[in-house]
């Protein structure tokens, strides 16, 4: 059974840091482009950060270019995502899924800013 697994969420301060991960497992991770997602409450999805098989080409939502970073390690069959100088605006369940085919998700981590 595929598994993805997100975590790494937690409370954070405006302007704050967190790096979330997420571990695949029974799929072959290392063939899929993977992106980063999150939900606000009351909100729909938001497409946050996508990095291609090899690690080796990302892109961003204009809304978080320049303080998040999505990587990923193939050999733990895991991404991240780095993220800085956090706002309020950033509060969500952040979720893993392969970017094109998206059938695959995990149950999501929670990140809450406030002060």
């Known amino acids: 059974e595929v598994q993805l697994v997100e975590s790494g969420g937690g409370l954070v301060q405006p302007g704050g840091s967190l790096r979330l991960s997420c571990v695949a497992s029974?799929?072959?991770?290392?063939?899929?482009?993977m992106s980063w997602v999150r939900q606000a409450p009351g909100k729909g999805l938001e497409w946050v950060a996508a990095?291609?098989?090899?690690?080796?080409?990302?892109l961003y939502a204009d809304s978080v270019k320049g303080r998040f970073t999505i990587s990923r390690d193939n050999g733990k069959n895991t991404l991240y995502l780095q993220m800085t100088s956090l706002k309020l605006e950033d509060a969500a369940v952040y979720y893993c899924?392969?970017?094109?085919?998206?059938?695959?998700w995990g149950q999501g981590t929670q990140v809450t800013v406030s002060s």
């Open positions: 899924t392969p970017t094109i085919t998206r059938e695959y």
């Open positions: 029974a799929f072959t991770f290392s063939r899929y482009g």
């Open positions: 990095v291609d098989h090899g690690g080796n080409s990302t």
